[in-house]
Structures are given as C-alpha cells and as structure tokens.
C-alpha cells in the first residue's frame, strides 16, 4: 500500500482531500454571506440576527481554517481563491438580502449543502481509515443540524 506520513492509503485520500476542498469553497461562500447578512440585516429583529450573525461567522472562520489545516495534514494543498471557491461552491451566493426571514432562509439551506457534503465526507473518510477527518465532521455535522433546528424553529 502506497502510504501517507499518516500511514492512511493515499489513493482513499486523495478523493477525501478533494472533498475537503470541495467543503472549504462552499464554507468560504457561507462565511462571506454570513458577513453581508451581519452588515446588512434591516427590521425589527436587527439586535437579534446581527449578534446571531457574527456568531455564525465567528464560527464558520474557524471551521475554514480546521477544514485548510486538514487538508495540509492530509498532504494536500487548500484552494484560496475566490474563483475556486465559486467554481466548487453549491452554497447560493446571498447577494442584497437584508430581509430578517429571507437571511435566515439563506443560512438553513446553505447549512444544509454543507451538512450533505460533511456526510460524503464522513463515508470516504470512514472508508480510508481516516479518524481525524472523521471526527472533525462528525463534530461538525452535529452542531449545525442543531442549528438547522434552531434556525427552523426561529422561522415557524
């Protein structure tokens, strides 16, 4: 078997490293909406999304860097542009949305691209033997489907 310095097989890997990538370029997407939504929200629950945005963001820089670290562990090479990101990127570009409920519309359907493309990742990483891949998007996976149901109980 033709091993990585993590001694995982590198043909399993280097689909995982794509899928990574794949992750990251919509994350980056999702943070930057997230950063707009936090600059632009309007109405009356302005106090409320704005701290709730940052929040988001706060959370989704780090995740970028966890997800790029990774990569790198994995002997990869993180994508960083911004033509990458929007060729790769599933996640809807949030342009002009301003709208309390359209803002938070945005952030349940892009957590739920991300969450699909974690569970891709979670089986390719199982398949390659790879525990700290697989535990990064086990934890990631589980706090976002409790924001997506935070998220949803916001919007009923």
């Given at each position: 078997m033709n091993s990585t310095i993590l001694g995982l097989d590198r043909e399993k890997v280097s689909g995982l490293k794509e899928s990574l990538n794949e992750l990251l370029a919509n994350f980056q997407v999702?943070?930057?909406?997230?950063?707009g939504l936090h600059w632009n929200i309007k109405?009356?629950?302005?106090?409320e999304l704005h701290v709730k945005f940052e929040e988001l963001y706060t959370d989704s820089q780090e995740k970028i860097d966890m997800i790029a670290e990774r990569i790198l562990t994995l002997e990869g090479t993180p994508l960083h542009t911004f033509k990458d990101y929007m060729d790769l990127s599933?996640?809807?570009v949030g342009k002009d949305v301003s709208?309390?409920?359209?803002?938070?519309?945005?952030?349940?359907?892009?957590?739920?691209i991300l969450i699909e493309i974690e569970r891709k990742?979670?089986?390719?990483?199982?398949?390659?033997?790879d525990e700290g891949t697989n535990a990064m998007m086990s934890d990631f996976v589980?706090?976002?489907?409790?924001?997506?149901?935070?998220l949803k109980s916001w919007l009923a």
């Open positions: 999702y943070y930057q909406n997230l950063r109405g009356k629950s302005f106090f599933a996640v809807p709208n309390d409920r359209e803002s938070v519309e945005l952030i349940v359907n892009s957590l739920i990742i979670l089986s390719q990483s199982a398949d390659a033997d589980s706090e976002q489907e409790k924001t997506v149901w935070m």
